[in-house]
């Protein structure tokens, strides 16, 4: 695996949702840079265990990795989690918080306790971990990385998905209020947007070719991106090739933001 980070080799990283999809490649791209990975899961500890394996099979830098069971939106658990980080760890350099939920349902007949499931992991999961994460990094005065993995539709409307893109669009108002909050204290905080990525959270359409080719036709590149793409952008903002990037939102989507209706001209 191409690594290309030195500054990652050594720090201490906790990406949640990792047992998975994006959340997986990420936790496998820090290992192979050499940084020591904890690797949280909400439900299947034997995806966190695969992950956990595929990390040991990258490590050529040195580093470690522990597994961590939390709901991310459970104030008690999210606080066991960083607990348990600490002390495995000794301390935190990188927050990834990358867990995310969706559910399709018309707005006007959504529930609120389905409104209140997804923005609680989305949102204020990923707000909770990150205020975790400041506590540490002010209590030791150290600087430190916090990023989020949002999404197109932090900027892109998708309907029939309303608490999706409330939780995503609300990302990028946390991420910039907290880079500027806590940019004297040396601490960077950075979003990446991804478009339309290979992993089970889009079961629906990746293996079925029709469908594929349907959801590709409309990416300027024309195909679906790939975890490990969106990783690298998680390795380059972790690391110190970054080093003056705060509050940003950086999408790796293949086009998607750019308003692929207006790639022929259609107005005049
Ligand atoms: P995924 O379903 O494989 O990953 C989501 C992860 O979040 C899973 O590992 C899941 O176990 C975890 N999770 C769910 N609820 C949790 C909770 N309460 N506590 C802790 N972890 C929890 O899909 P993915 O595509 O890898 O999604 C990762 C992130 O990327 C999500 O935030 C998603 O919104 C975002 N994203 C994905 C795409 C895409 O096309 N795949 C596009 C844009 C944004």
């Not at 949640?16 to 820090?30: E, Q, W, Y």
């Not at 990385?145 to 409330?166: A, D, E, R």
């Not at 036709?217 to 972790?238: Q, T």
Request: charged share 20%.
């Amino acid at each position: 695996m191409a690594t290309t980070h030195d500054s990652l080799k050594g720090k201490n990283v906790l990406v949640t949702g990792a047992s998975t999809g994006i959340g997986r490649a990420i936790a496998v791209r820090f290992a192979a840079e050499g940084a020591n990975v904890g690797i949280n899961y909400s439900r299947s500890a034997g995806e966190a265990a695969e992950t956990e394996r595929l990390c040991q099979a990258v490590r050529t830098k040195g580093g470690r990795q522990f597994v961590v069971q939390a709901d991310v939106a459970d104030e008690t658990q999210v606080k066991a989690m960083f607990a348990r980080t600490f002390s495995e760890f000794g301390g935190l350099d990188v927050l990834i918080n990358n867990s995310g939920i969706l559910k399709e349902t018309p707005s006007h007949e959504l529930e609120m306790a389905d409104f209140d499931r997804v923005v609680g992991v989305n949102l204020r999961g990923a707000f909770l971990c990150a205020r975790e994460a400041l506590r540490h990094f002010v209590a030791h005065n150290k600087p430190g990385v916090i990023l989020n993995n949002s999404s197109v539709h932090q900027i892109i409307p998708k309907p029939g998905f309303v608490s999706y893109t409330i939780s995503k669009s609300g990302m990028e108002g946390m991420t910039r209020t907290l880079a500027l909050e806590y940019a004297g204290r040396g601490i960077r905080v950075n979003t990446v947007g991804p478009g339309a990525i290979v992993t089970p959270i889009n079961n629906s359409w990746i293996n079925d070719a029709e469908k594929r080719s349907g959801v590709e036709s409309h990416i300027p590149m024309s195909r679906s991106g790939e975890p490990e793409e969106m990783a690298a952008v998680f390795a380059f903002l972790a690391s110190d090739e970054a080093s003056y990037i705060t509050g940003q939102t950086i999408f790796a989507c293949g086009g998607l933001t750019l308003f692929p209706e207006f790639r022929d001209n259609w107005s005049t």
